[in-house]
């Protein structure tokens, strides 16, 4: 089976990827939603951190810390950082925000590594949609010293339009200069379900009507 098609698989387990009738922040009414939220067990959390290694050392991007935006990056950041070092042999350093600042203890708004002027950040994230957190983290972490955010791992790319007719993550790519990686597209999640199955019918209808340019 294709390793994308085992990740589909596992999230369908996990509950993460489920089908029916939703209805998106925004207000599409979508097909099939993912609530990463569901990952809720050590087994969920340290596959889902294998995965996330597995597309980091695929991309052959090179970054000084990998960074993950409170809240669910927090878990994915940590995960896929272990996994890394556990299954790759490389170590490298993580940190990740709290949403508010706290002004005793150690202080500040980020936890764990310190970034360095110079730094080049990747960032772990779950599915963006608006890239509304991704904009937060690159104000967050120039907030913080002279830093270049230079890649995104995400676990879905919806491959919907964002704030035009490009996706959000070509949004991304385009404005920032950041390379994003999803570990699945929603083609794939199309692609794996079984010919014939209505449920095929009811994404590509989903894409005619809000996916990106490139997906028409």
């Known amino acids: 089976m294709d390793g994308k098609w085992k990740f589909i698989d596992f999230m369908v387990s996990a509950g993460a990827l489920t089908f029916g009738d939703f209805t998106t922040k925004s207000g599409r009414k979508t ?29 052959g991007e090179r970054f000084d810390a990998l960074y993950g935006p409170a809240y669910k990056g ?18 490298v350093p993580y940190f990740f925000n709290r949403k508010e600042a706290k002004d005793h203890g150690e202080g500040g708004a980020l936890i764990g590594y310190v970034p360095n002027s110079g730094d080049r950040i990747a960032i772990i994230e779950d599915v963006v949609t608006a890239g509304t957190a991704v ?8 907030s913080v010293a002279d830093v270049t955010v230079t890649a995104l791992f ?14 959000t993550l070509d949004e991304l790519r385009q404005d920032f200069g950041i390379n994003v990686y999803p ?34």
């Open 154 to 167: 995400v676990s879905v790319d919806r491959m919907e339009r964002g704030s035009d007719e490009r996706s």
């Open 74 to 91: 927090i878990t994915l950041v940590a995960a896929a950082a272990g996994s890394l070092y556990r299954n790759h042999g490389i170590t």
């Open 135 to 142: 904009r937060e983290s690159l104000n967050l972490l120039k």
């Open 31 to 59: 097909p099939y939603f993912i609530n990463t939220g569901n990952y809720k067990t050590g087994m969920h959390i340290s596959v889902l951190g294998d995965y996330y290694a597995d597309c980091v050392v695929e991309s």
């Open 183 to 216: 570990i699945i597209t929603a083609r794939d999640i199309i692609d794996s379900l079984p010919q014939g199955d209505k449920r095929i019918a009811e994404m590509e209808a989903y894409l005619a009507e809000y996916g990106a340019e490139q997906v028409l």
